[in-house]
Every structure is written in C-alpha cells, then in structure tokens.
C-alpha cells in the first residue's frame, strides 16, 4: 500500500513570494490533515478535511494561508506572501476516519524563507 | 479546550536501561491519547494509542503506556532501550469528537551504548 505522498520534499523561497505544497493521501481515507512543525516544536494542526469539506481550521492563518482539496482526493497548501516565521516542516497525514484512527503522515516538505 | 506537556525535552538512557517519556495532558472531554515517533528527515509514526478502553495500552516495538486519569498523566515506557530507539517523541490528544488534534513539543531520546 502506497503511503502519503508530499511534494516537494524542500523548497527555499524569498520572503513575499508564494508557495504551493502538494499532498495525496493514502487511497480511499477520508480524512487529511495539514501540520506545521517548526523546528524544536512538536506539530500544530493547521487543517482538517473530511472528503472535500473543511471540519476544523481554527489554527490556519487565513490571511496568507489557504487550502483546498477537491474531489476529496489529493490536496494543496498555499502561502501568500510568505514570511521568515513561516520556515517549518509541513506535514500532511490522513487517516480512514477521524482523529482517533491512527494518522498516517507523509515526508513533509521543508520550507526556508529567507 | 485540549493540550498536553511533555516533561523533559531531552532524555538520554543507557542501552538495555529502561525508558520513561512523560506526558500530562488536559482535556474537558474524555480525551483520546497518542504517543507517536519521529525518526529524522522522516514523518511521524503511530507507536500505540488509548481511546477510552484498557487503560495499559501496548504498541510497537516494546513500548507501552498508562492512562491515569487520576494524575492525568499519559507516560511512555519500554524496560530496555536499544539503539534504535534514539528518536523524536510526541505526545498528542484529541477530544471524543476527533476534531481539534494537539501535540506535544516532543522529547529527544538519546540512547548511549
């Protein structure tokens, strides 16, 4: 079984500029979750979808943050315009159903902003 | 609201010693309790999870934990470390409706030979 893929794997950007990271979760889960991990902090949950509907993004700055996942299959996490603070690790997992089902995590795609 | 603190950023044991990782957690629900790994350049890894049934919950690779309610404690153990456990270690709760997903700021284990 083929697991989470993110891409790309690493990026480097200037600040103000954008940035896209890419997810495609383990087929048939409904569930995906976008993380950043700063380093030296454990993950904070930016997105939850079920499907192609958003249950929780309470933490996502919206302001330069968005995310979509149509077709309920593979996702994407947009920066606009980036900043230094934005330099972390972002994760993607997925799971079957909700949270308490194990989340299965991708690489991550590291993100320096200079 | 839901959250968790792990004691201790840094952890280092002998090999074969025993390995203890503390997490507290806070939760005004009934919460659901994870301890995951992360090895580097890698994502996380589930290692066992507690959602409201026996209260010594067994995972992989040795390890097991024990939900006290009591003392709201959700501590990682294995009676003897190997090399291979040197690692990242989180500590994550979610509340019954498995929305709003908190992690830990995690626990470095060092394992010395």
């Known amino acids: 079984e083929a697991g989470v893929a993110q891409s790309p794997r690493y990026k480097i950007i200037e600040k103000r500029q954008s940035v896209a990271f890419w997810c495609n979760p383990i087929s048939g889960h409904a569930t995906l979750y976008w993380y950043q991990q700063i380093l030296g902090q454990g993950p904070k949950l930016l997105i939850q979808?079920?499907?192609?509907?958003?249950?929780?993004d309470s933490q996502l700055p919206k302001d330069r943050f968005s995310a979509e996942r149509l077709k309920g299959v593979d996702s994407t996490l947009k920066i606009q315009p980036a900043k230094l603070e934005d330099s972390a690790v972002y994760l993607c997992a997925s799971s079957p159903m909700t949270s308490f089902n194990e989340q299965f995590f991708g690489p991550g795609t590291r993100l320096t902003v200079l | 609201a839901q959250s968790v603190t792990q004691l201790g950023s840094h952890v280092s044991v002998s090999e074969g010693a025993l390995v203890l990782l503390r997490c507290n957690y806070s939760?005004?629900?009934?919460?659901?309790l994870f301890w995951y790994v992360q090895y580097p350049n890698q994502g996380l890894q589930l290692l066992l999870k507690y959602t409201s049934a026996a209260t010594l919950v067994k995972g992989i690779n040795g390890f097991e934990a024990e939900f006290k309610k009591s003392e709201t404690s959700f501590h990682l153990t294995k009676p003897s470390a190997h090399m291979s456990d040197a690692a990242e270690y989180f500590c994550?709760?979610?509340?019954?409706?498995?929305?709003?997903?908190?992690f830990g700021t995690g626990t470095s284990l060092t394992v010395i030979p």
């Open positions: 939760s005004s629900v009934p919460p659901y």
């Open positions: 979808f079920q499907n192609n509907g958003v249950v929780d």
């Open positions: 994550a709760v979610s509340g019954n409706t498995g929305n709003q997903f908190y």
